[in-house]
């Protein structure tokens, strides 16, 4: 079945760092790749996409690029700020195994990020 | 327009009772999925609706069950609640035709 690991947190980094957060997926198909987010006490608010290979999703200075080969779609942002503090989630729908539907989305578990000033 | 909406956001319930969760999607939008979250198992897919129908489900016991109204609202039942099913219950809609979903601000669950 499908899968999505993502790094551990919880990710501690002083404002204007640079951040990656890693996520690597297991899908039998072609899978769309997300990252939400989720800030304290709300729901998860789509970050950005990808539907295909080699396509950089990006918002809010925020970038991932699914890599097809290494199975990847890594988070980045070259300059954090005390407001990016929140949970981070990867995921993907894939509908060859979800009844042609892809609204079934497989997230990793999370990782907390927490900006310092 | 407005966004996903869940009510209530707050509920208690004893072991062995059952509860029923609301969802109005965002206008338009035709296909709901629902979602547990908890800290242990994290974000895990109960069942998706579209246009009425269920088209997916996840492994989730037969106490989880859902249905969708024809104005595209759903709701999402649990019978003879479990201390395990304590979480934040998270609904999506979808337009239907891509694949991005919207979440609403969940319903947090308290089983006592």
């Known amino acids: 079945g499908n899968s999505v690991t993502q790094m551990e947190g919880p990710v501690t980094l002083s404002e204007e760092a640079f951040l990656t957060i890693n996520c690597t997926y297991t899908?039998?198909?072609?899978?769309?790749l997300f990252w939400y987010v989720q800030y304290p006490g709300e729901g998860l608010q789509l970050l950005l996409k990808a539907t295909k290979a080699d396509d950089k999703g990006s918002n809010k200075g925020f970038e991932a690029t699914y890599r097809k080969e290494t199975t990847s779609f890594h988070l980045e942002k070259g300059s954090v700020q005390v407001s990016d503090s929140a949970v981070y989630f990867c995921a993907l729908s894939d509908s060859r195994n979800s009844g042609g539907s892809n609204y079934k989305l497989t997230f990793g578990k999370g990782t907390l990020l927490t900006v310092n000033p | 327009k407005a966004g996903v909406t869940q009510t209530p956001r707050y509920l208690i319930k004893t072991r062995g009772q059952q509860v029923t969760l609301s969802c109005s999607p965002i206008s338009g939008h035709r296909s709901v999925s629902w979602y547990q979250q908890t800290p242990g198992q994290g974000l895990q897919f109960l069942f998706e609706y579209f246009s009425e129908t269920q088209r997916n489900k996840g492994n989730f016991p037969g106490r989880f069950s859902g249905r969708q109204f024809s104005n595209s609202r759903s709701e999402m039942n649990v019978s003879t609640l479990e201390l395990g099913d304590s979480a934040l219950y998270l609904c999506a809609s979808s337009p239907g035709t891509e694949n991005e979903q919207y979440f609403g601000p969940g319903t947090r669950l308290t089983v006592t």
């Open positions: 899908a039998t198909g072609y899978p769309s």
